[in-house]
């Protein structure tokens, strides 16, 4: 058992006075579903290597719990709801270092007055006048790279998540084809759904096992096999190549979470009308509806790159569905559409208020990339990640994602997914998505941070 208590003090930088704040917290599970959500057996690995969990995670103060995040509205009490809304602004955060940048949303620990305590830890937190301005509501602690970039400013974009692993076996075309088309992962049932369209023009769905949470007398836990458990195919007529020999489009598939998969094929345009086909799939039956959509005046990139069936595998993701909401970004990368799968009139251009770089994964580009992704209820790119209320925030140019060509499968504070490396290998890459809240703090009153205000927060968590 975990017990916290913060103050936060309010010092005003000419008169002295001071304004005092004491709450204590509750604690989540985002700890200890860390240690108990170990995704085909990932965990592994103690010390002697970049990745380990020494250093990284533990001792838990100052690494798993070393930072502290400020946010506008209360948050949630749920021990199981451990990340915040996207549309509750974090007002400040910081980590367990001194902030060397020029940051204004980022404190500095107070390294005199922070220390280790018999049952736990006290952090002192040091917010300078002009940082972390605003309204405070809830105060968590934190990872320590969570405190360092909450889900990435535009000083720093790396640290949303920690890339834990990144492991590649090399494996034959069919193989890699089954990994880089994967849509859908179910770890508790232990199996992944892969969809793509093949040399017939027909679309194979395929359900593969996986022992993502329990393991089998002969599972290898290595991405050099597959086992088929379900494969059906159905066959449309209007989400179709024009010659289905190439294997190759500018298309994807996507989880709805609504009971249906969905399909979007589109080539990118400069100009006019963007065309888009869709195809939506029952999940219960196979069942479909297809057609086409005509977006007026919408120019945009494409839905996604498919090519190599079973021959030599590639896959750009670089659209995402969520929600309800396909999103798309435009041709001249200063927007990204919003559009409504289930009624294509109802369509939202958000803007960035600057280009995109749009970029993927660079360096490790090889047959498979990433252009977009989603984490929670985000939408983020290299340089943007966009909140459910359509909030648009700057972050400095990076696609944190290794090989990645399918989207991140969550879990818990982790996610997978899936590439490919040249033509020979299956890679699979393990994040956790570090700004999670170790602890919940939301004030009996809301603290207002001004630019004529320093504040200090002294955060003492301890066992019982």
């Not at 992962?185 to 040399?199: K, P, Q, S």
């Not at 100009?271 to 086409?292: C, P, R």
């Not at 559409?337 to 749009?358: C, E, H, M, W």
């Amino acid at each position: 058992m975990l017990k916290g208590k913060a103050i936060i003090e309010l010092k005003n930088a000419v008169t002295g006075e001071v304004e005092k704040y004491e709450d204590e917290n509750m604690v989540t599970k985002a700890i200890p579903d860390f240690f108990s959500h170990n995704i085909e057996g990932l965990l592994f690995n103690m010390n002697g290597s970049p990745n380990d969990l020494n250093g990284n995670m533990i001792p838990l103060c100052k690494n798993g719990i070393g930072g502290i995040l400020l946010f506008a509205d209360p948050l949630v009490e749920d021990e199981n709801v451990y990340y915040a809304p996207s549309a509750n602004p974090c007002t400040g955060y910081a980590s367990n270092d001194v902030n060397s940048t020029a940051n204004v949303m980022r404190g500095s620990l107070n390294l005199t007055e922070s220390m280790k305590l018999d049952k736990g830890y006290k952090f002192v937190w040091d917010f300078a006048t002009s940082q972390a301005n605003g309204t405070i509501s809830a105060v968590a602690l934190t990872h320590k790279w969570g405190g360092i970039g909450y889900m990435g400013d535009t000083y720093d974009n790396t640290n949303k998540r920690w890339h834990m692993k990144s492991m590649g076996v090399d494996a034959n075309a069919t193989i890699r084809t089954a990994y880089i088309n994967a849509v859908e992962v179910n770890f508790t049932g232990n199996y992944m759904i892969t969809i793509g369209l093949n040399t017939s023009n027909e679309i194979v769905i395929q359900r593969i096992r996986k022992a993502y949470r329990t393991v089998g007398l002969n599972d290898t836990m290595i991405d050099n096999q597959i086992i088929i458990m379900e494969e059906n195919k159905i066959t449309p007529t209007i989400f179709i190549m024009s010659n289905p020999s190439n294997n190759s489009g500018n298309y994807d598939f996507f989880d709805g979470k609504d009971g249906y998969w969905y399909g979007f094929w589109h080539d990118a345009n400069s100009s006019g009308n963007a065309v888009v086909k869709w195809i939506k799939i029952k999940k219960s039956d196979y069942s479909f509806s297809e057609g086409t959509w005509t977006l007026d005046n919408c120019q945009l990139q494409n839905a996604g790159y498919r090519s190599g069936y079973n021959t030599w595998p590639g896959r750009n993701v670089q659209s995402v569905l969520l929600n309800g909401y396909l999103y798309m970004m435009a041709y001249n990368k200063q927007s990204v559409y919003k559009i409504n799968v289930n009624n294509a009139a109802d369509v939202t251009q958000i803007k960035l208020g600057f280009t995109s770089n749009y970029s993927c994964q660079g360096e490790y580009y090889r047959n498979t990339s990433m252009y977009m992704f989603v984490l929670g209820d985000w939408v983020c790119g290299s340089d943007f990640r966009i909140a459910s209320d359509d909030t648009v925030y700057k972050c400095a140019n990076s696609m944190p994602v290794g090989y990645s060509g399918t989207p991140l499968f969550e879990y818990g504070p982790f996610y997978i997914s899936y590439g490919g490396y040249d033509s020979r290998s299956v890679r699979r890459d393990f994040f956790m998505r570090t700004p999670y809240l170790a602890t919940i703090n939301n004030l009996s009153t809301s603290v207002i941070k001004t630019a004529d205000k320093t504040m200090k927060i002294t955060y003492t968590i301890e066992e019982q």
